[in-house]
């Protein structure tokens, strides 16, 4: 597995909290010829991939294709997995399907995927079943005992609970101040 720059996490991390999965807006501090290296690199190793850009959402384009279409970029099965967090399993589109322009048929294909009702497995070894074993241990976990754990930045630890464990798992996240430790989180032992 590649080694992944704090850029590259920052961008993946941002997409794990959107729905969609969606990659932009990048970073501010990423513009111009730099925007174009660290994406042209991701979508190399194939974390990130070109989609068609839904301008009736409001989508941000990533880049025109010249027939007065964009494509934006959405983050992969596999730079999730990067990042730690666990894949939908709905969505299991093969990579580069959706770099051309969508037919009807792959509409309503899509429609009925996202009907389906999305079942996670959580997969022990994982850096995020390490984040729900501690927040279910008795004594909580603080942001900095994450961090140790898991090798992550402080940015994706609260990004991983409130993006994946919130919104995608479902799970009520609580924390308290405990003196002498900080903030502790905590979830409900299973």
Known sequence: MSKLSDTQTIILSRAAQNGDHIALPLPDNLRGGAAAKVVSAMLAKGFLEEVDADMRKGDLVWRETGDAHGVTLA?????????????????????????????????????????????????EGTKQATLIAMLRAPDGATIEDIMAATGWQSHT??????????????????????????????????
């Open 75 to 123: 983050a992969t099965d596999a730079g999730l997995a990067a990042i730690g967090i666990e894949p939908d399993d709905a969505n299991t589109a093969p990579a580069g399907t959706t770099n051309a322009p969508t037919e009807e048929p792959a509409q309503d294909a899509l429609t009925e995927t996202e009907a389906a009702p999305k079942v996670r497995t959580l997969r």
């Open 157 to 190: 630890v609260r990004g991983a609970m409130a993006g994946t464990l919130k919104k995608k798992l479902g799970l009520e996240v609580t924390s308290e101040k405990v003196e002498g430790r900080g903030r502790v989180y905590r979830l409900p032992a299973s």
